[in-house]
T-cell receptor, first 113, second 117 residues
């Protein structure tokens, strides 16, 4: 069965820290993996998309890596800010050329000022 | 439009009633997805359209749920005989044609929060 797991479920860090969010998935034959941010009561904001042929993607203070063989992806956030506080969701697609995602349950991040 | 638009943003209905939820995808996006998110959980896939046809409806929980996209743009998710367990946030996403040469991605709307009382 294809599953996506995110650890930890919640994380609280002081402002300025670098942090890593983890996502693991069963079945390494993925098509792509996308990281999203969700603020309370809001929809999903796309952060980074990694296709199966890629090893990492970067956007500003964010870096996402993908290791298919071990079934893992990490989202690295540099110099965290209170505005980064949100739930971060990892989504994996195994469907051929689609965004039929299986989502993890998310990591709820709180950055303390 | 500039983004995926979903209406209404909130819907409260009585148990047993019929509801329709609307999604306006990004202009030109051929693929459209519906997801459902319960409190504290990640979104769960419901149905995927490529153009006007439902390419994959394997996530629809039962035959009370139905979705259409008659002209390949706007989509409507229809729920008959609503139950309290249908209460959730219903999210819509759209994307252009999947292309490995380009980092296309899925864009989500703000969701419709459905509450069945």
């Amino acid at each position: 069965k294809q599953e996506v797991t995110q650890i930890p479920a919640a994380l609280s860090v002081p402002e300025g820290e670098n942090l890593v969010l983890n996502c693991s998935f069963t079945d390494s034959a993925i098509y792509n993996l996308q990281w999203f941010r969700q603020d309370p009561g809001k929809g999903l904001t796309s952060l980074l998309l990694i296709q199966s042929s890629q090893r990492e993607q970067t956007s500003g203070r964010l870096n996402a890596s993908l290791d298919k063989s071990s079934g893992r992806s990490t989202l690295y956030i540099a110099a965290s800010q209170p505005g980064d506080s949100a739930t971060y969701l990892c989504a994996v697609s195994w469907g051929s050329g689609t965004y039929k995602y299986i989502f993890g349950t998310g990591t709820r991040l709180k950055v303390l000022a | 439009g500039a983004g995926v638009s979903q209406t209404p943003s909130n819907k409260v209905t009585e148990k047993g009633k019929y509801v329709e939820l609307r999604c306006d995808p990004i202009s030109g996006h051929t693929a459209l997805y519906w997801y459902r998110q319960s409190l504290g959980q990640g979104p769960e896939f419901l149905i995927y359209f490529q153009g006007t046809g439902a390419a994959d409806d394997s996530g629809l929980p039962n035959d009370r749920f139905f979705a259409v996209r008659p002209e390949g743009s706007v989509s409507t998710l229809k729920i008959q005989r609503t139950e309290r367990g249908d209460s959730a946030v219903y999210l819509c996403a759209s994307s252009s044609l999947f292309d490995r040469a380009v980092n296309t991605e899925a864009f989500f709307g703000q969701g419709t929060r459905l509450t069945v009382v």
